[in-house]
């Protein structure tokens, strides 16, 4: 296995020990586990003209929300390739080329391209999966079903215990509502390597959609001790763990476990996730009708501040909204709307008007303007999902839909809501919810 990359695709290094970091690093990389970058390292050390190491510590450069280190790194992969490379290596730094550029539109699309000829390029069909891969993040309104149509397309060219595949494959049916199919096969590709962070989370969601919200406590206290607090996953696995706690009406466990591995003071996660795990935690709290401890508030928004100046990113741009409303800034979150809407109007904005309107929403629900609120949501509601993520962050945003209702006056469509949602997954929270009404 000298030369070849972990699912035999070669490899253009004159190095076996490259290619043996090489592999190691990459298998690191798709399990979100610490010492990728020091395994890619080795590789480049060994062999400093081999471009896919290059390449694959660009996109973990890429993935810690280092841009200049994966722009220059990619950059020294793309030279290297096209003096010593394959067609597949070429197209393969291409795709990452594109993706780290910022065009990803046309990475998702060469990336199809790609993968139609060489499917077991796990790097390459890693970008359009996940919550935060090209699909999710294209403005699509089914990159749910995408994902698992481009799974299946491809299911035939991997072994059935291939963990990486397994993992994602599982993860796209559960997200898609094939609930049982996708946490049956999640489970498999856990038990296959467990020191896999991707893993933990995927069977962390597939629990969530399951209504399984205590085995997902019980399964995320019994691994996340092992997962080091350095792995980029381990304060948003804690994040799911917190959520389960709220659901079942235990602030006071919730909050405990936002304070130990949450919060940004104690996260080494990628800003995306530090940001919207923070933001949409401590306004379900507060929405729930638990009070946010002094401090936290703040502490969260002087984190995002830096890590998301500029409007565009219209999953960031939700939850930096939440924040901007919760620290009421109305200023700051009429700007944020404001520039959305002119990037959704010029065709630039992939998620379109839905992301301007949540934000409006955001500030209507903190200034208790209800009525408000439901009436910016509603008419958006079904379009919530092109701004990206999983189910369960987005669920947040029907949950402000569906508090504002009740608090509105909007029994009727409270009700019919919280009735979609408990015929589609059991939830505590909700039946507490649909009980009040009947009361």
């Known amino acids: 296995m000298a030369r070849i990359d972990r699912r035999g695709l070669p490899l253009s290094t004159t190095s076996d020990l490259a290619a043996e970091r090489y592999r190691e690093g990459v298998d690191l990389l798709l399990s979100a586990w610490p010492g990728a970058a020091e395994a890619l390292e080795a590789a480049v050390g060994a062999d400093p003209d081999f471009a896919l190491a290059h390449a694959a510590r660009a996109r973990l450069h890429a993935i810690r929300a280092e841009p200049a280190e994966a722009r220059a790194r990619i950059a020294t992969a793309a030279d290297?390739?096209?003096?010593?490379?394959?067609?597949?290596?070429?197209?393969?730094?291409?795709?990452?080329?594109?993706?780290?550029?910022?065009?990803?539109?046309?990475?998702?699309?060469?990336?199809?391209?790609?993968?139609?000829?060489?499917?077991?390029?796990?790097?390459?069909?890693?970008?359009?999966?996940?919550?935060?891969?090209?699909?999710?993040?294209?403005?699509?309104?089914?990159?749910?079903?995408?994902?698992?149509?481009?799974?299946?397309?491809?299911?035939?060219?991997?072994?059935?215990?291939d963990?990486?595949?397994?993992?994602?494959?599982?993860?796209?049916?559960?997200?898609?509502?094939?609930?049982?199919?996708?946490?049956?096969?999640?489970?498999?590709?856990?038990e296959l390597r467990r020191e896999n962070a991707n893993a933990a989370h995927a069977l962390s969601h597939a629990l969530h959609e399951a209504g399984a919200g205590q085995e997902a406590e019980a399964l995320i206290a019994g691994w996340l001790p092992s997962y080091d607090r350095s792995g980029p996953l381990h304060g948003h696995i804690a994040w799911h763990s917190a959520l389960a706690a709220l659901e079942r009406d235990d602030p006071e466990r919730a909050l405990a476990i936002y304070a130990e591995n949450v919060q940004p003071s104690v996260s080494a996660g990628m800003p995306v996730n530090v940001v919207s795990d923070t933001a949409s935690f401590l306004w379900r709290l507060q929405a729930y009708g638990h009070e946010v401890p002094a401090g936290l508030w703040q502490a969260a928004v002087a984190y995002a501040a830096p890590a998301f100046p500029k409007p565009g990113f219209a999953f960031a741009d939700a939850h930096m909204a939440i924040l901007e409303a919760a620290a009421g800034d109305r200023e700051a979150v009429a700007r944020r709307a404001a520039a959305l809407t002119q990037l959704a109007e010029a065709g630039s904005l992939g998620a379109g008007p839905v992301a301007?309107?949540?934000?409006?929403?955001?500030?209507?629900?903190?200034?208790?303007?209800?009525?408000?609120?439901?009436?910016?949501?509603?008419?958006?509601?079904?379009?919530?999902?092109?701004?990206?993520?999983?189910?369960?962050?987005?669920?947040?945003?029907?949950?402000?839909?569906?508090?504002?209702?009740?608090?509105?006056?909007?029994?009727?469509?409270?009700?019919?809501?919280?009735?979609?949602?408990?015929?589609?997954?059991p939830s505590p929270?909700?039946?507490r919810w649909l009980g009040r009404l009947g009361a």
């Open 356 to 425: 301007p309107a949540i934000c409006r929403a955001a500030l209507a629900f903190a200034d208790a303007d209800y009525a408000g609120c439901a009436r910016i949501l509603e008419p958006v509601a079904r379009e919530v999902v092109r701004i990206g993520g999983s189910g369960a962050q987005r669920e947040m945003l029907e949950d402000m839909l569906l508090i504002a209702l009740l608090r509105s006056g909007g029994a009727m469509k409270a009700r019919a809501l919280l009735d979609r949602r408990l015929h589609r997954r």
């Open 80 to 161: 290297l390739v096209a003096r010593r490379g394959t067609e597949r290596e070429r197209s393969h730094v291409e795709v990452l080329s594109l993706a780290i550029g910022g065009q990803p539109a046309k990475a998702l699309e060469r990336a199809i391209v790609h993968l139609d000829d060489w499917p077991r390029d796990v790097l390459v069909l890693s970008l359009p999966l996940g919550a935060f891969g090209l699909f999710a993040f294209s403005g699509m309104a089914d990159h749910d079903q995408a994902r698992v149509d481009l799974c299946e397309r491809h299911a035939r060219h991997f072994a059935e215990d």
């Open 429 to 431: 929270r909700d039946t």
């Open 163 to 190: 963990w990486w595949f397994l993992t994602y494959r599982g993860w796209s049916h559960a997200e898609n509502g094939a609930i049982a199919h996708g946490r049956a096969l999640t489970q498999r590709g856990f």
